[in-house]
Structures are given as structure tokens and as C-alpha cells.
């Protein structure tokens, strides 16, 4: 064989194991020619790898994928999940948005309602005065051209019970035994002109049924001089610190502060500090002068000592009066009873507006006969509490004429209670008249104001001491 041949067959040799025992691309290459070529080569060192079943073989990029795909799932369902919460929020603030827009409207319209409210009323306020200024001109101009009237009368049923030891001893005023039945006590018509609140012209006729005469109770010219008003009163128009006056058309109680100088009681003003008064009127002297008309008095008769001593003590003359918040006065100079002249004062004073305290005197006497003389005191109280009035009054009177010179002296108390427009009283009274002996006299009696302002009914009962006679009086008085 030659050389070629051999080399050829060597290298196909060298090939084919080459391609049954591949090497190892860090083993070196076996030295052909070599003493190292007859060793046989090293078998390559091939790391160990688990066996993984084709369910369980995944490749490491899908598990990664998958971890990143749940996170992702769980941020989604978090941010849903806040979406969910932020749209609940924004209906929430959605919501009471509306309510607050809708209050915000509703509390517009009720200003603008309260606005157009108030100006309605403010208009309607505003024309109201000015009604009301017109409707005082339009009285101001009636007042000046017309006269205010007004009247009352009384009428009295008379039941009397006479013993036997009276027995033609009570006698009228004619000198006849009095009998039961209808009597008509007095009819009244008062007549006023006022200028300004500052002249009074008054008139006032009388028809007295006890004495069957009719008469000019009183008339006179009154005029202020010095009017209590605050500051911005005019003409009587504004406010004024006067008390207010008791009426029969104010049925329920209000204190005393006016007996003593009550302008419907008997002409006096309530509102001034000095006024004066001239012609002919009623002295405002003791507890009951204020009440000597039938529709102020609350019982039928008066009181047995000032029905038996002084009445209604009624004089020409002329008179100063006033009041302020604590204390009223009068000052009088008349004629009196004995042909002469008579001067006479009241002082009241009130220290609580339930709490009047009184006390008056009157001397009369005769200029050319000293022997003559007529002296009145009386001492007088009034107090108001709750639904209560208690009325207390001393009186002291001398009688001086010519040889006889007689002292009487009394007094009477009486406790009223009203519940409109029903009123319960009891008085007590007694009387030691000169040369007469002692007496008294016990009254209970009721009133109703049948119709406030118009009518009232009255019934007492007198129960009368010693040999005089009882009797029970019924009377109703209209007034207007």
C-alpha cells in the first residue's frame, strides 16, 4: 500500500470516531502524532438535571408573567373598589349639596317672604296712623264742636221691716212712715265741653227721688294749670303719669290710686299738678265722695255714719287740686251750711299704688255769729290686694248751733271682693250721735255687672241695731 492510500484511510478513521465520541469543546485536541493519542479521552462532566414531567415542566418567564398578572388583578380590583367608594362620596356630597342649595333657597324665599311681610305690615302700620291721626283730628273737631253726654239713673226696691218698738217712728222726709216698694233714687245727665284738654265746662241736672226734688248737681269751670305730662305731651296728647281711673265699664279690679280725685267720679282731673275749679261741685271729702254716684258705688245705700252725719257734701265755692305719683290735695273755700263761708282740705298720700291714706277737714262758720260753727274730720284709708279692697274710715263732726253744741262721731269698715263680673261686700258701721244715743248697722250685700258699661244689679241687706228698722234694698242702674 502506498503512502497516499494509508494517509487517507487514517483520516477517515480519525473522522468516523470524531463523529461517535464527540469532544469536548474545552478538551484539547488529542495529539495525533503524539505519545498521548493511544490514552483514551476524557468524558466530559455534564451537570445532573431534575426530571420534570411535561404537566409540571413551565418555563420561567410564564411564572413571573403570572405573578405580575395577580398583582396587577388585585391593584385593579383595589382601584375598583375605590372608584366604588369615591362615586358613593360624590353622591353623598352631591346630595347634601342639594339640600343645602335647597335650604339655601328655601331660608332666600322666607327673607324675601319675611321682607315682603314686613313691608306689608309696615304699610299697613304706616296707614293705620295715619287713620288714626285723622280719626283724632276728625274727635279733636267733634270734641270742639260737640258736648260729651252722658247719664245714668237708679232705681231702688225697697223691702222694710219694722219692728214694733218703731213702729211709726221711721218717718221719710215728709214726716210719713216709709213703706216697701219702687223708689226712684236719682236721674243723672252730665254735659262736658273740653277745649284742649286744658277748659272744662261742665253741667250736670239732677232728679234726687229721696228728696223728690230735681236740682243742679253740680256746675262749674275747670281749668289746668299746670298739667303733669312727660316730655312731647301737647295738648293731652302723648303719655301722662296719672293713674288710671276706676269705671263701672273696667269690671275688673284695678288699685285704688284715684278716690280722692277721680275725674268720672267727680270732675277732678287725674293728670295735673295744679288745677282749679270754680262754681258749684262736689266736695271730694272721705272715702265714699268718690263713689257718691250710684253707678260708682258698689253697695245701694252709704254708710251709717256718713248717711246720718255730713251725705254728699255738695258747695259753691271754689277749689285748687293736684297730684303727683305719691301724694293728691285739695283746698276749697265755699259757702257752707251756715250762711257764711266754709274752707276746707283733703291731703292723700300713696305710698304703694295698692295703699292710699286720706285725711280731711272742713271748717264753716258763720262772720257775724261765733256761736255757729260746723267742724268735719274725717280720717280714711284704702288698701287693694289680690281680688280684695278694704275701706276703713273715722269721721268726727261738730255741730255748733246757738245753745247746742253736739259732737257725733263713727266710723265703718267694709271688705269687697270681686270676681268679675260678680262682687260680694260687707260693711260694718257704728254711731254715737249727740243727744241721740249709740247705734250700728251690719250690710252684706252682691252686685253683678249684668252688662259692663250699661247695667248694673245690686242687692244689701241693713241690719240695723235698737228700735230702728231693717230693710233690703234691691237696685238696678242704666248708665252710659
Not at 264753716?364 to 255757729?372: G, K, L, P, S, Y
Not at 260753727?373 to 263732726?397: H, N, P
Amino acid at each position: 500500500m502506498t503512502t497516499r492510500p494509508r494517509f487517507l484511510l487514517l483520516a477517515l478513521i480519525t473522522l468516523t470516531v470524531a463523529c461517535v465520541f464527540p469532544v469536548s469543546a474545552r478538551s484539547e485536541p488529542a495529539g495525533i502524532f503524539s505519545d498521548d493519542a493511544a490514552k483514551p479521552a476524557p468524558t466530559p462532566t455534564v451537570a445532573a438535571q431534575p426530571k420534570i414531567s411535561p404537566q409540571e415542566e413551565e418555563p420561567a418567564g410564564d411564572a413571573a408573567t403570572e405573578e405580575t398578572v395577580s398583582e396587577t388583578d388585585r391593584i385593579r380590583e383595589e382601584m375598583a373598589t375605590l372608584r366604588e367608594s369615591i362615586e358613593t362620596l360624590r353622591k353623598e356630597l352631591e346630595e347634601t349639596r342639594d339640600a343645602y342649595e335647597e335650604k339655601l333657597t328655601d331660608s332666600g324665599k322666607k327673607r324675601i317672604e319675611e321682607k315682603k311681610a314686613r313691608k306689608n305690615l309696615e304699610n299697613k302700620l304706616e296707614k293705620l296712623e295715619t287713620r288714626l291721626d285723622e280719626m283724632k283730628n276728625r274727635a279733636e273737631e267733634n270734641r270742639e264742636r260737640f258736648v260729651d253726654i252722658h247719664g245714668h239713673f237708679a232705681l231702688d226696691l225697697a223691702l222694710y221691716q219694722h219692728s214694733e218698738s218703731s213702729h211709726g217712728e221711721e218717718e221719710d222726709g215728709h214726716g210719713t212712715e216709709r213703706q216697701s216698694g219702687f223708689l226712684l233714687r236719682e236721674v243723672l245727665l252730665s254735659f262736658d265741653k273740653e277745649f284742649e284738654d286744658k277748659l272744662r265746662i261742665h253741667l250736670t241736672p239732677e232728679y234726687n227721688g229721696i228728696h223728690d226734688a230735681f236740682e243742679i248737681r253740680s256746675a262749674f269751670l275747670d281749668y289746668d294749670i299746670l298739667p303733669r305730662r312727660h316730655e312731647g305731651a301737647l295738648h293731652g296728647h302723648g303719655k301722662t303719669d296719672a293713674p288710671t281711673d276706676v269705671h263701672p265699664k273696667a269690671t275688673t279690679w284695678t288699685p285704688p290710686r284715684t278716690f280722692g280725685r277721680n275725674k268720672h267720679h267727680h270732675g277732678l282731673r287725674n293728670d295735673s299738678y295744679l288745677a282749679v275749679q270754680a262754681g258749684k261741685f262736689d266736695l271730694p271729702y272721705g272715702v265714699y265722695a268718690a263713689t257718691s254716684h250710684a253707678p260708682q258705688r258698689f253697695s245701694v245705700s252709704e254708710p251709717l255714719d256718713i248717711e246720718s252725719l255730713y251725705g254728699t257734701l255738695n258747695d259753691m265755692g271754689a277749689m285748687l287740686y293736684g297730684s303727683s305719683k305719691w301724694v293728691n290735695y285739695n283746698l276749697s273755700l265755699v259757702n257752707g251750711r251756715l250762711e257764711g263761708l266754709g274752707i276746707g282740705a283733703r291731703v292723700g298720700i300713696t305710698p304703694l299704688d295698692e295703699l292710699e291714706i286720706g285725711m280731711s277737714y272742713l271748717f264753716e262758720f258763720r262772720d257775724t255769729d261765733d256761736r255757729r260753727r260746723f267742724q268735719l274730720l274725717t280720717f280714711e284709708a284704702m288698701y287693694a290686694v289680690w281680688r280684695l279692697e278694704l275701706l276703713a274710715q273715722y269721721t268726727w263732726e261738730q255741730q255748733k248751733t246757738g245753745l247746742d253744741n253736739l259732737y257725733h262721731y263713727g266710723g265703718h269698715g267694709e271688705v269687697r271682693i270681686l270676681f268679675s263680673p260678680l262682687y260680694g261686700f260687707l260693711r260694718a258701721g257704728g254711731l254715737h250721735s249727740g243727744g241721740a244715743g249709740d247705734s250700728w248697722r251690719l250690710t252684706p250685700g252682691l252686685g253683678w255687672w249684668a252688662w259692663p258699661g250699661h247695667v248694673t244689679v245690686k242687692a244689701e241687706y241693713q241690719y240695723n241695731s235698737h228700735s230702728e228698722d231693717s230693710q233690703g234694698l234691691i237696685q238696678a242702674v242704666g248708665y252710659f
